[in-house]
């Protein structure tokens, strides 16, 4: 598939689409709590979703996937199946939202902890948000993915962390995942130069011990080989004339 870059009728759609899907990830905070299970979880975004945003979650039967958010717990990395597990206090979890609006994906996640974090949780977590935003103030155009993946990594490894290499952002738009790959590692100056118009997901994945992660039976969770702790942040971007714009931000963000 060929990157796709986006007029100002699609831009507007995207603005749209990752709106909703950062009001979805507003909206479950409150829920985050010891002794509900990710089921439960899934079951509130996807009523939101469907019911009061009138928007479809992206996730749901997407090659498979059986529900409409990833709920990612603790050493899973991503795509993590909401079920029967009950959360409990010192949790840390990934919940990734999203949604179709009008043909268009918006794509976020965050981090959540149950009740306590551990200091632990809070530092991966922390080192995370912070390698994403990272990566995100590379984007402009002439600029190259190979910026971003560089910025993401050295901040990580910096700290003593590692960055997963089997799963990386992308291209996004009227389909959830397009070209390019974005990948979270790499080398300054390398890679596919960036446009104007392009719109493209940021979402390392860095663990608190190796980088290496194992895939479950079910087919999806994809957990630590080491079982250490996993944490994770996504947002969409849009690439400007003059840089960049986040069309993911949160309440808290704005
Ligand atoms: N939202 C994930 C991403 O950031 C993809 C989830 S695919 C699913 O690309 F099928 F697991 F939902
Ligand atoms: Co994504
Ligand atoms: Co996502």
């Not at 979890?93 to 268009?104: H, L, P, Q, Y």
């Not at 840089?243 to 808290?252: I, W």
């Amino acid at each position: 598939m060929t990157v796709t870059i986006k007029n100002e009728e699609q831009r507007e759609k995207m603005r749209v689409a990752g709106r909703l899907a950062s009001e979805v990830l507003d909206m479950i905070g409150d829920y985050v709590k010891p002794g509900i299970t990710t089921g439960e979880l899934d079951r509130i975004c996807h009523e939101y979703i469907t019911g009061h945003q009138k928007a479809i979650p992206a996730p749901l039967n997407y090659r498979g996937f059986p529900k409409s958010i990833c709920t990612s717990v603790n050493h899973v990395v991503c795509h993590g199946i909401p079920g029967d597990k009950t959360l409990k206090s010192g949790d840390a979890m990934n919940i990734d939202v999203t949604v179709i609006k009008d043909g268009f994906h918006g794509d976020t996640s965050r981090m959540f902890f149950v009740g306590k974090p551990t200091v632990q949780a809070q530092r991966l977590s922390e080192i995370a948000f912070e390698s994403m935003w990272l990566g995100i103030k590379e984007l402009a155009p002439g600029k190259h993915l190979g910026d971003v993946g560089a910025a993401v990594q050295k901040h990580v490894e910096k700290n003593h962390f590692s960055v997963v290499r089997e799963y990386c952002g992308h291209g996004i738009g009227q389909s959830f995942h397009e070209d390019p790959q974005v990948l979270h590692y790499g080398k300054a100056g390398s890679g596919m130069e960036l446009r104007e118009g392009m719109t493209l997901t940021v979402e390392p994945m860095v663990n608190a011990g190796k980088a290496n992660v194992k895939l479950l039976p079910d087919g999806w969770t994809v957990v630590t080989k080491d079982h250490s702790l996993s944490a994770q942040w996504e947002h969409t971007v849009l690439i400007t004339a003059d840089g960049y714009e986040v069309l993911t931000l949160g309440a808290n963000d704005r």
